[in-house]
């Protein structure tokens, strides 16, 4: 067997197990499983079928299989590494966090912008060679390559500020869930260390979950105890804003149609399965938030919200049609 068959062999397996899983999932939403934590789950196996995706070489079109993770991918090796230190076996079982243990002088240095790269950086985001140990780096790229913003998406860094001005920024977090009310959950490496020398602190402090959920407005952030300056795309990711079933994959009819969003650019692109995966294909569009994706009699429809808050409709039935418009506001 070819390794691209193979490959192809071992993804619909996955993909049948995920499924299966996924009406399990169903079945039991009636759980009495803690609203915020099942939702959690619930997001993590979503976004398992673009991720899966992209770890067997199923990249957009023009770039590589490291270039094309997901969001929900950064969210989730981020928090894989809660309760680790600066000179900690990471969850890869590397050592450290690049120079976290040993960029100051051969003892661990503040490592919070260390963190946030390396998980970039193990996620296939591009340019990450720009970053630095400085968290104001992370500004500086969101700058250069127009993906900064004050609104928040999985994976984005979130840059902090002593006293609200760029100049002082010296904290960056990952956002690692995106609430419906607006709230955010962010992973921070160096958090709560003990006062001292950088040495002391940065030896003594961890990787944290910042939750309770807390406002994801720039401003005075009382949770974070420090002035949220905005956030920053990662570039080449896909957005986790792929669902399955109702969302953004479905199977019918022996094919599997999943499709995933470009983080940077809001483009739609469709991946399907009879045999064989097809490849990437750009359907175009400028799409915010989930897209829902249903599958019947041969007819596939999928609804996506576009940056001006209109509700957009995109239909397959033997070739895609354009975007049509069918109104509304949810801005």
């Given at each position: ?119 970039w950086l193990n996620e296939g985001v591009e ?205």
């Amino acid at each position: 067997m070819s390794d691209t068959a193979h490959s192809d062999s071992r993804l619909k397996s996955l993909l049948d197990s995920r499924f299966t899983l996924l009406s399990q999932w169903r079945r039991s939403k009636a759980s009495t499983t803690r609203p915020a934590r099942a939702a959690r789950r619930r997001r993590r196996l979503l976004t398992f079928i673009v991720a899966i995706s992209t770890a067997f070489g199923l990249a957009l079109p023009g770039a590589s299989a490291a270039q094309a993770a997901t969001t929900g991918d950064i969210a989730n090796l981020a928090l894989a590494n809660i309760g680790k230190m600066a000179c900690s076996t990471n969850s890869l079982g590397g050592s450290y966090y690049l120079s976290s243990c040993t960029g100051n002088g051969g003892q661990p240095e503040f490592w919070c912008a260390d963190f946030a790269k390396w998980v970039w950086l193990n996620e296939g985001v591009e340019d990450t060679s720009t970053l630095t140990p400085a968290a104001a780096s992370f500004y500086t790229y969101g700058k250069t390559f127009g993906t900064f913003s004050t609104v928040p998406k999985i994976g984005d860094a979130v840059v902090f500020s002593n006293d609200g001005t760029v100049s002082q920024i010296h904290h960056v977090a990952l956002v690692t869930q995106v609430d419906s009310d607006g709230t955010i959950e962010t992973a921070s490496g160096d958090w709560n260390g003990q006062n001292g020398t950088e040495a002391q602190f940065a030896s003594t402090s961890h990787v944290v979950l910042n939750a309770p959920a807390y406002s994801s407005s720039p401003g005075w952030s009382p949770s974070m105890g420090m002035y949220l300056i905005g956030y920053v795309a990662p570039k080449g990711a896909i957005s986790q804003s792929v669902a399955v079933g109702s969302g953004g994959a479905v199977f019918e009819n022996g094919e599997y149609h999943v499709f995933g969003v470009k983080a940077s650019s809001g483009v739609l692109y469709q991946n399907t399965w009879n045999g064989a995966w097809s490849g990437w294909q750009n359907l175009g569009g400028t799409v915010t938030g989930t897209p829902a994706v249903t599958y019947h009699d041969n007819r596939l429809d999928v609804f996506a919200e576009s940056p001006n808050g209109a509700m957009y409709q995109k239909t397959w039935n033997g070739t895609w049609s354009d975007w049509n418009s069918i109104g509304g506001d949810f801005s």
